[in-house]
């Protein structure tokens, strides 16, 4: 399933506007989400600018690859884990979370659908990475993909190479295991 | 005496108001938040710019690929 783009679009009016119109469409379309992707599965901002110049481009070197059976977002998505999931293994710094410890937190008293208070907007994007950084890359990536309305529970669990129904049941414990780091990041 | 005595309370009066706590944002779910999360964070410009420095090097045969996927 393809996205029809409007190749002229945006041709010299963006600020990919040097790339040829139909690719900038692209870029103009999924950086957002590629690039908050990135962000808060990294967790730095440098990294995330780097990590998402190297997705668009490793994209559109390999356009000749992509066979229109997934979205184009989907497509974006796959590149961009895969790229995130190599940088995190090849940095050796980022602190390892195994399941154990995410189970402590699955069994806290935090429910996934009580109401998330927060009286301070400012800081609130540090205490979300916090949150984030605190549960397993699994949980995280999940997190991430589902706070996306634009990708469905099937094409998250392609993206995960899992069933549907495990999504979900592991989504549960990952937004329950986010809510209660979260309180702590108070 | 009485005028510094007023501007005394006025200036009191504000120091009260910015003291005061604000009212609390709720998030129905983490999905919810991080979607305002989402939505407060802006794609660095240098980003493109950088692509499209970097898309120049990419051969005329390759690119011609995204051509015939939007005609």
Redesign the interface.
């Known amino acids: 399933m393809?996205e029809p783009?409007e190749?002229e679009s945006v041709t010299g009016k963006?600020?990919?506007?040097?790339?040829?119109s139909?690719?900038a469409?692209?870029?103009d379309e999924h950086?957002?989400?590629i690039?908050?992707l990135a962000?808060?599965y990294l967790g730095d901002?440098e990294k995330a600018?780097d990590a998402?110049?190297d997705v668009?481009?490793k994209a559109?070197?390999k356009?000749?690859q992509?066979r229109?059976d997934a979205s184009v977002r989907t497509w974006l998505y796959r590149i961009a884990i895969n790229h995130c999931q190599n940088l995190c293994q090849s940095w050796h710094n980022r602190n390892v979370h195994s399941n154990a410890d995410d189970s402590v937190w699955e069994n806290s008293a935090a429910k996934?659908?009580s109401?998330?208070?927060?009286?301070?907007?400012k800081e609130?994007?540090q205490r979300?990475q916090k949150a984030l950084d605190a549960v397993s890359d699994e949980y995280r990536l999940l997190?991430?993909l589902?706070?996306?309305?634009e990708l469905s529970y099937e094409e998250i669990a392609t993206l995960v190479g899992q069933t549907g129904d495990a999504v979900r049941g592991k989504l549960h414990r990952a937004?329950k295991a986010?809510?209660a780091h979260?309180e702590k990041t108070v | 005496m009485k005028q510094q005595t007023k501007l005394t309370q006025k200036s009191e009066s504000v120091v009260e108001q910015h003291s005061q706590p604000q009212a609390a944002t709720e998030f129905g779910s983490s999905d919810e938040l991080l979607r305002f999360d989402a939505a407060q964070t802006t794609v660095p410009p240098e980003i493109a710019e950088r692509l499209k420095h970097s898309a120049t090097d990419i051969t005329p045969a390759k690119a011609g690929w995204f051509k015939r996927l939007f005609n």
Do not use: C, K, M, W
């Open positions: 393809n783009v190749r963006t600020p990919a506007g040097g790339l040829a139909g690719f469409a692209i870029y950086s957002h989400a690039f908050y962000l808060r901002p600018q998402t110049h668009f481009l559109f070197r356009l000749d992509f229109g996934t659908d109401p998330l208070r927060v009286l301070e907007t609130l994007g979300i997190l991430l589902v706070a996306d309305e937004r986010f809510a979260f």
